[in-house]
């Protein structure tokens, strides 16, 4: 055995080690708030649309306890100044290491038919990419290539890092983290939320999911998690009008009694509550079902990616203060045996919804604020593995989308011949630090080397127009 | 009930008082919580035989009406969509012994299967019986079963792992997530030697005609000398499992992994090292669990967050409730833990059960929950007092004490909207939510 292996007797014990994988916590360590002072509540609507929408089912929440209202006044003036002045990230994940061998296929490229004989696709379909002859875009992710087409997609034909691993988890967390780490325990846009983020706005580094995402983990300020934001209400069954809010309240102040508890277990619970207090008061002027769009959405209203797409475009309009959003793409990319099947529907549904997410940001004139990051935690093997699918491989597919996105591809196509590693994985041509980097510096403005680890030691695309 | 504890003797047990609160917590930990007065009852046995009696139950009885969905028509586990779930979620709210069955669940967490994998509910409930038969028996046989598993052939492709064409999904997770941890004592070659040795499954599921042809075909097998950890020979499934179980690291892992479902907080590296004597080379859950049971730790540690689940069956068993909704299908994966769907194949993360989308889940289970019991808001008969509004909603629950701030919170609560001309039956039911969702209830 090598002096590399050696079992973990560390002092800070945690199952989420054991797996590396980042634990995003929802604002551990806010500033103390008194007991008895009132909920911080920060909406980030305007005035105008604040007091357009509370006829509807805001005003019989807060409205009717006549508590809030001074607070939210608070909270407008305070995200009034700021939300518009904010540009925001939106994180797309592809959960299980996409191919890049497929989503942008060398037809040019002859060692490819022999290494797929069974998976490679057609020198016939799909549409050629326009900045390598050799590829082609897979004919179920039209959308990119009509995206760019427009000159809205930066395209990253091999990304990835030096000594890659093959695990999901440790791959996956590695790109959450920002750094080869794997003790890191804050995600890399979690970071730039505890610099840039404010200690009672949740909603500034957003998980459109069931669930936080990692990368967004924050050491000091919170950060939140929804389905969507006309979908988070809290009503009980024999329970209603002031008593409700009266109820919404009593939720709020129990998270404030134990957001600080010394007890780890109660202190989890209590400041789970008090987020979801904040978050409920920054979203109440969406009452159900109140999200329209200006341009249809592919899917139906089971597909959770177009319809949380489609509500973050309506969150920014109403100016809430989002920074950083995280979401997960439809679809199984993990694709060890069946890859064709497996492939084409996930591909199609986000390709769709994000060129659908980007004519809406066009025609309500928010474009110019969003950029959309799309990755995933590895590429596949170049060989085919005769399940019909391809094992976990190195380097891999990403893309960044909006109309400040410098749509020029970053990295070139390694091939398949002298762009193969020992193992036959595609060498990376581009690292995701050095985006990682390049986003920071071009897009928010800030200062990379705070936040990414070595971050002078990557090389930096121009990403941003 | 003989005791074969002299093995751990070095290990510490716990020997501060035991009464109602802290055999609570043990139900929590070991189970889904006390049925009403079951926890006074099991104090009375002492620690030691309070494990014992849930570690090693005499048999098994289920307690109350049997599942149904809500035109109370029996639940069909094998074909109606999700109705797995709720023939699962109903063992445990009824089940008398409920420490096999919380191991069932670490199990699935530990070899973590989806259903959307697998597309067969029957295969899932097959694994499922499996988990549940060997949950706390021989590890080792454990392993060699679930390697064999139809869904775990499915899920991590090892029936699509021939001589021919090696496929490394389950040989990696076997190392990382089974028995050794990531970055622990293998490298990219162990992987593929792995994915060798584990060749010779075969198997297919199909919508129309279900599972079929699941067996071992040596002529899919890979009969070529392989080296794992440095070691060489014609290995086959078998050995890969063995090989893995005989390494130096298995032991720390398998009790750091099996530890971190009953105690939040890491184990001394005393207490380590005994656990790990304790389970080497003879490989058996039981004695391991039973000795985590009552160590201090977990006594004298700090809260742990409910799983979701835990979470669910609880609240059902308090209320003497059965099974007689489909709709916790969807309320559980709103609150982060539907069963048979986990987010991927290292499971579910048990640090980070709450944010605000799952709080919110949390908060609709409760209501779902107390629907069938809600007040009519104009209901008569209450006091319109909050102190007695609130013993009643404590007694609902039957949660003797609150945490000082949450009785605070729910007097000023009662008292302002009594003040406010609240009907006192609205007072009530909005109690019992609040009680259910603060952090009194939420963890143990």
Redo the contacts between chains.
Sequence with gaps: ?TD??R???C??????E????A????GEGLPPIESGMPLPAGTGLSRRSFIARTAGLALSVYGASNLRLPLLDEGIAHAATQANESRVLVSVFL?GGADVLNLLFPAGDSRYYELRPKLALSPDIGVPFDEDSRLRWHPSAQAFATLHGEGKATVFPSIGYTSP??????SRHYWEVGATD?TARTGWLGRFLDQAGRADN?LQGL?L????QPALATAKVPV????GPDR?S???????????A??L???G??GL??ER?S????R??????A??YR?RGQVSPFGTGTITSPVKYPGDQDDDFPRRLASLAAMLAAGLPLRCVALSAPG?YDT??DQADELSDGIKLTADSLLAFQRDLEARGLADRVLVHVWSEFGRRARE???L?T??GAAGFGLLLGTRAGGKMVGEYPGLTSGLDS?GNLKATSDFRGVYSGILEQWFETDAGAIIPNAGSFARPKLVR | MSCATNSYVSLPAYKGPFGAAQAERLLWRAGFGPRPGQAKALAKKGVKNAVLSLTRPAGEKLVGPAPTDDKKVPIAPLDARGHELLWWLDRMVRTSAPTPERMTLIWHDWFATSIVGVKSQKLMLDQNQLLRKGGLGSFAELLLNVTKDPAMLLWLSGNKNTRLSPNENYARELMELFTLGAQRGYDESDVREQARALTGWRGYYRQKTGASDFRYEPNLHDTGIKTVFGKKGNFDWQDACRLCLEHPLHPSFFVRRLWSYFIPTAPGKKTQAELEKLYRGKYQVRPVVEAILQHPDLYRGPRMVKPPVVYTAGLLRAMGRGVDSTRWVRLTLTAGQRLFLPPDVSGWDDERWLDTATLRGRWDLVAWALRSVALDEKATGLPSDAFKLLTQAQSFWHVPGLLPGTRKVLLDFGQRSLAAKASPATVLNALRQLIAISPDLQTA
């Design positions: 055995m590399r292996i079992p973990c007797g002092a800070d014990f945690s199952r989420t054991l797996f590396r994988r634990a995003a916590s929802a959960d691993d093959k695990s999901h988890f440790t794997a949740p998980a999911d069931n669930r936080l939140a998690s929804m389905d988070y809290f009503k009980a069954f024999g329970v209603s009008g002031q008593t409700e009266r109820m309240e009593a939720l102040q129990l009694a134990h508890a007890d780890k277990g109660v989890q619970a209590g400041d789970a509550l987020q979801s978050l199984r060890h045996a593995n005769g399940s699918g094992d976990h193992e």
